[in-house]
T-cell receptor, first 114, second 114 residues
Framework: GAVVSQHPSRVICKSGTSVKIECRSL??????MFWYRQFPKQSLMLMAT?????????EQGVEKDKFLINHASLTLSTLTVTSAHPEDSSFYICSASQGVTEAFFGQGTRLTVV | AQSVAQPEDQVNVAEGNPLTVKCTYS??????LFWYVQYPNRGLQFLLK??????LVKGSYGFEAEFNKSQTSFHLKKPSALVSDSALYFC????????????FGSGTRLQVQP
C-alpha cells in the first residue's frame, strides 16, 4: 500500500511554545489529508480535513487558531499546535486518501507539553 | 450521522484458537468498512476493507471479516491466533457520499496468550 510519513514521532515542548508536525504522502498525491487526535486508551477523533490549496475544515469544538493546518502541496500537510499547553499532550495521527476508498495513516506523533 | 460500535474493550484468546473481534455500524446508504490494527505508539496499519462484492473479505496477516448487511456487522476473524496478533484493533466506516474521513469505533484490545 501507499506510504504516509509523519514527523516527528515524539516531541516534548514547553508550555507556550509551538510545535509543527509534518505529514507526507511519499508515493502518491493526496489532495485531502486528515488529522486525528487520540487520547490514551481511546479512539481516534477527527480534528480537521486538510485540503490542498484551500483552508482546512475543522470539526466542531476544534480551535482553528490553536491547531493551524497548512496543506501547501499535494504531498505535504502540516499541523502546528500553537501556544501549547499540557492539555494538548496527545497522540496525533494524520492520514491521506488514495482514491475514494483507501486511507493510509502516518506513524503518529506523541506530543508531550511540560 | 455515521457511527461504529465495538462492544468489547478487550478480547482474550489462547494462541492457536480462533478469534473474533466484533463491530457493528450505522451509516446512510451503503458503507465502506475497514479494519485497522495499532501497535503501541504507532499509527494505524490497514488490515482489510469491504467496498462491494463478496461478503467475506480476506486481508493481511490471515485476517478476514464478514460483512452482514441485515445485522449491520463487520466482525473481524482469524482461524488461528498468534501471540504477535496482540494489539489494538479499530473498525471504521465511511459512507459513499460526502467527506472521506473515517469514523472509528472505540477500539478493541486483543490479547493472545501463549
Amino acid at each position: 500500500g501507499a506510504v504516509v510519513s509523519q514527523h516527528p514521532s515524539r516531541v516534548i515542548c514547553k508550555s507556550g511554545t509551538s510545535v509543527k508536525i509534518e505529514c507526507r504522502s511519499l508515493d502518491f498525491q493526496a489532495t485531502t489529508m486528515f488529522w486525528y487526535r487520540q487520547f490514551p486508551k481511546q479512539s481516534l477523533m477527527l480534528m480537521a480535513t486538510s485540503n490542498e490549496g484551500s483552508k482546512a475544515t475543522y470539526e466542531q469544538g476544534v480551535e482553528k487558531d490553536k491547531f493551524l493546518i497548512n496543506h501547501a502541496s499535494l504531498t505535504l500537510s502540516t499541523l502546528t499546535v500553537t501556544s501549547a499547553h499540557p492539555e494538548d499532550s496527545s497522540f496525533y495521527i494524520c492520514s491521506a486518501s488514495q482514491g475514494v476508498t483507501e486511507a493510509f495513516f502516518g506513524q503518529g506523533t506523541r506530543l508531550t507539553v511540560v | 450521522a455515521q457511527s461504529v460500535a465495538q462492544p468489547e474493550d478487550q478480547v482474550n484468546v489462547a494462541e492457536g484458537n480462533p478469534l473474533t473481534v466484533k463491530c457493528t455500524y450505522s451509516v446512510s446508504g451503503n458503507p465502506y468498512l475497514f479494519w485497522y490494527v495499532q501497535y503501541p505508539n504507532r499509527g494505524l496499519q490497514f488490515l482489510l476493507k469491504y467496498i462491494t462484492g463478496d461478503n467475506l473479505v480476506k486481508g493481511s496477516y490471515g485476517f478476514e471479516a464478514e460483512f452482514n448487511k441485515s445485522q449491520t456487522s463487520f466482525h473481524l476473524k482469524k482461524p488461528s491466533a498468534l501471540v504477535s496478533d496482540s494489539a489494538l484493533y479499530f473498525c471504521a466506516v465511511r459512507d459513499h457520499t460526502g467527506r472521506r474521513a473515517l469514523t472509528f469505533g472505540s477500539g478493541t484490545r486483543l490479547q493472545v496468550q501463549p
